[in-house]
């Protein structure tokens, strides 16, 4: 067990709707980073929190954002959902900002109807 | 742009058989390479890294800057290494931002 949560496992919710995914990482990560994974897109980097400071962007859309909270935890806040918003959320942790050094979490299935 | 190019989306092969899973990538720096693999139910988890130039489960890899390319290899697959693999890069130096390939599924027949 890597020691990354995520919560909810899944989640069905409909359009123009507002939903948050948490994520805990492993116990000393400092580093936090969010993906999305469909199956066109494949693995897509959304953002990257270190030490509740946004590191790095990726391909996050502007109804979506997210925040790394004093005890390291993240959310991620996806609004005015659209069908295409359905797909799978992961969040990894590691201890610095190192892509090799990543633990990834079971993931948030969303699904968008 | 970096981009990383996983030309097949799934790849079946027997056991026993050499298996070569395509990575290629795009981009004007030094990359650092990785290959991640996900088995049926488990999380994402990294595989190897080209820095480190070690053999992990039988799997190699070598990057091939004239090809720009990172191909994963094994020479006789066995049944357990069904799974999804993904080639990723990350560019060094300033903010690391990671870009994953579409992933290959392997499948390995009895």
């Known amino acids: 067990d890597s020691g990354v949560t995520q919560t909810p496992k899944h989640l069905i919710t409909a359009t123009g709707q507002r939903v948050t995914l948490r994520c805990s990482p492993r116990?000393?990560?400092?580093?936090v980073y969010w993906y999305q994974q469909s199956l066109d897109q494949g693995l897509q980097f959304l953002i990257q929190y270190y030490n509740g400071e946004e590191r790095a962007k990726g391909n996050i859309l502007e109804r979506f954002s997210a925040q790394q909270f004093p005890d390291l935890h993240s959310e991620l806040n996806l609004s005015s959902l659209e069908l295409g918003d359905s797909a799978l959320y992961f969040c990894a942790s590691s201890v610095d900002n190192r892509v090799a050094e990543q633990y990834f979490g079971p993931g948030t299935r969303l699904t968008v109807t | 742009a970096q981009r990383v190019t996983q030309p097949e989306k799934l790849l079946s092969v027997f056991k026993g058989a050499p298996v070569e899973l395509k990575c290629n990538y795009s981009y004007s720096g030094s990359p650092e390479l990785f290959w991640y693999v996900q088995y049926s139910r488990q999380r994402l988890q990294l595989l190897l890294r080209h820095i480190s130039r070690e053999s992990i489960k039988g799997f190699t890899a070598d990057l091939n800057k004239g090809e720009t390319s990172f191909h994963l290899k094994k020479p006789f697959a066995q049944e357990e290494d069904s799974a999804m693999y993904y080639c990723?890069?990350?560019?060094?130096?300033?903010?690391?931002?990671?870009?994953f390939g579409r992933g290959t599924s392997l499948i390995v027949h009895p």
């Open positions: 990723a890069l990350e560019r060094t130096g300033g903010s690391y931002i990671p870009t």
């Open positions: 116990s000393g990560d400092l580093s």
